[in-house]
């Protein structure tokens, strides 16, 4: 082999093999990350082995399930996403952390953001609402009935984790379910898997949509779909736009975050508003809220960062 055929580039591997390889890498470092959380679990909540896949139907029944819980989410989702985001772009892409663009950001860029993310709650209250009437036709019955089950158990599990008894399990559901929680999906939605679709497809919107698509679907709750996909392109669009993956982010963090300290005031008889009732946002907030929704994302279309500004 001469030193000529060692400088020759290697050949790009198709997208759907780069995919592949990436839901790979995840399912590993998942499995792995579970099976830590299992231990961990059990060891902290005294439950046996083979109750922990059926844990959500005996969250009463065992002592520090609060924080059992907490570390079974930590361990099974958010640090396998971070691990399998960073193995697949060191090892597959062999680029570093920083090409994903992590310059930074303006303050105002974090203010306006914070804006846009609690402004469009109410719009994206409604698309939940709408959402959750879907009716599949009469030959999916059984399917519909499965997957209003599932999601019924996801929502006692989310109460159950949002009923907080103290600022110290409220400190903990930030760490976990803000933080780590949009620190890693946004690592490995939005840095990894559009970028790879850009990059691809030199389409934005395509990398944009099928980022967020994906991003709902791992979620696997349908009468959630929509809203969740729209939230999923609106950190998609910030990225994009920024050209810092600080921002979706910090995006995300605010989503999670923000619902997580009303649910709180609202436990602690601070405020009367309970957020997760989508049925309580009239429709003339919803509106308002649309319109300061497209406001504040022209501003960030207006001001966004093209490739030859980037730093």
């Known amino acids: ?13 198709p997208l759907l093999a780069k995919i592949l390889i990436l839901v790979g890498f995840t399912l590993v470092f998942m499995t792995i990350g579970s099976l830590i959380a299992i231990f ?11 109750q922990v896949a059926e844990f959500s139907k005996h969250l009463n029944e065992y002592q520090n399930m609060y924080d059992g819980v907490m570390a079974l989410q930590t361990f099974s989702t958010p640090i396998p996403f971070i691990a399998a985001s960073l193995f697949y772009w060191y090892y597959i892409e062999k680029q570093t952390i920083h090409t994903l663009s992590f310059q930074e950001a303006k303050p105002l860029d974090f203010v306006l ?4 993310v609690i402004g469009f709650m109410g719009f994206d209250a409604l698309i939940i609402e709408m ?27 989310t109460k159950f984790l949002t009923n907080f008894h103290s600022i110290s399990q409220l400190i903990v559901a930030l760490v976990v379910v803000a933080v780590l929680a949009g620190v890693s999906e946004e690592l490995l939605f939005r840095g990894v898997l559009q970028n790879i679709v850009l990059k691809a497809t030199k389409n934005p919107h395509v990398a944009i949509w ?14 959630g779909f929509v809203p969740r996909m729209l939230l999923g392109a609106l950190f998609g669009y910030l990225y994009f736009w920024t050209k810092s993956l600080w921002i979706p982010m910090f995006a995300h963090i605010v989503n999670n975050g923000f619902t997580l300290i009303m649910a709180y005031l609202s436990d602690m008889k601070m405020v009367d508003m309970d957020i997760e009732d989508t049925k309580s946002v009239p429709l003339s907030m919803a509106l308002g809220s649309l319109v300061v929704t497209i406001l504040l994302l022209r501003w960030f279309w207006m001001n966004r960062v093209s490739d030859v500004d980037k730093v």
């Open 131 to 157: 959402n959750q009437n879907m009716k599949l036709p009469d030959t999916w019955k059984n399917v519909e009935k499965a997957m209003k089950d599932s999601e019924n158990a996801t929502a006692e599990l």
């Open 113 to 116: 953001v914070a804006l846009l």
């Open 210 to 223: 099928f980022s967020a698509f994906t991003f709902s679907f791992i979620h696997f709750q349908f009468f």
């Open 1 to 13: 082999m001469t030193q000529s055929d060692n400088l020759k580039p290697q050949r790009e591997q």
């Open 40 to 50: 961990l679990f059990s060891s902290m909540t005294g439950m046996p082995f083979e």
